[in-house]
């Protein structure tokens, strides 16, 4: 099933998967000018979940309105974001000795369980700050061919230097079909760290540890962490924002880390 986000993909994909045999169901395929993304594709990949358990279907592919991401459900209805294709498809390429430089390049915002399902497969891997043009910058600085991020947006460098939602459902599908398993089961390779982020609207973005005690609040809360755990703070790079996020075993403790971080941060420079 594909969820065309009635943006950029709505002719191709269908046409493409198609032609390669898959029996299609396409849904939110018919752009009006104005409903791009509305409710729909890769930003709200609930709807398709919902529909993809009700159909049976083996697979959804749901992709954002210009058509670079991708955000997969499997065959239970649960999503598969930006983080499991990585890892499905990385230690695939790993294991047929075509990953180069036996690295993968995600951003600050991908989440533990990547790193812990990379490195039980003995591949490593390199941050960058959020947005794909860093992850590209890095990969082509090491040489590595496989990078992307959380929010579905994939880079693929032996087939395309730009971002693509159909190469990359094309490549996820590769693996189910050269492995003969699905993609709940690839899934079990990656399990998630619980991750809580709060946005704190800030009236001025003055250097983050420049916050009067916060930097004593983190050191103190990623000590208690004890490494099952960490603390991500920063601004927002297009609004005023600063954004705290804690990935940790415990939902309701990172919550509450998370809560006090906030807090701290909307006392010294929050917007009134």
Known sequence: ??????????????????????????????????????????????????????????????????????????????????????????????????????????????????????AAAGIGSVKTQVGDRYVYEEMQRIGANLGGEQSGH?????HSLAGD????????????????????????????????LINVPVRVKPPIESVAGLSERVDALQSDLNGAGRILIRYSGTEALARVMIEGPDRERIAAMATELADLIRRSIGAT
């Open 1 to 118: 099933m594909l969820d065309c986000a009635h943006g950029a993909s709505y002719r191709v994909a269908p046409q493409v998967f198609r032609a390669l045999g898959a029996r299609v169901v396409t849904v939110c395929a018919r752009p009006d000018g104005t409903n791009i993304n509305r409710g729909c594709g890769a930003l709200h990949p609930d709807a398709l979940a919902a529909r993809v358990r009700a159909a049976r279907s083996d697979i959804g592919l749901a992709f954002d309105g210009d058509g670079d991401r991708l955000i997969a459900v499997d065959g239970t209805g649960a999503i598969r974001d930006g983080d499991f294709a990585l890892a499905i498809i990385a230690r695939h390429l790993a294991r047929a000795g075509r990953l180069k430089a036996s690295v993968v390049v995600t951003t600050v915002m991908a989440n533990l369980g990547l790193d812990q399902s990379l």
């Open 154 to 158: 994939l880079l693929l460098l032996d």
């Open 165 to 196: 939602g159909i190469l990359s459902g094309l490549q996820l599908l590769a693996v189910m079909r050269e492995t003969g398993e699905s993609l709940a089961s690839l899934s079990r390779c990656l399990t998630k760290f619980p991750q809580v």
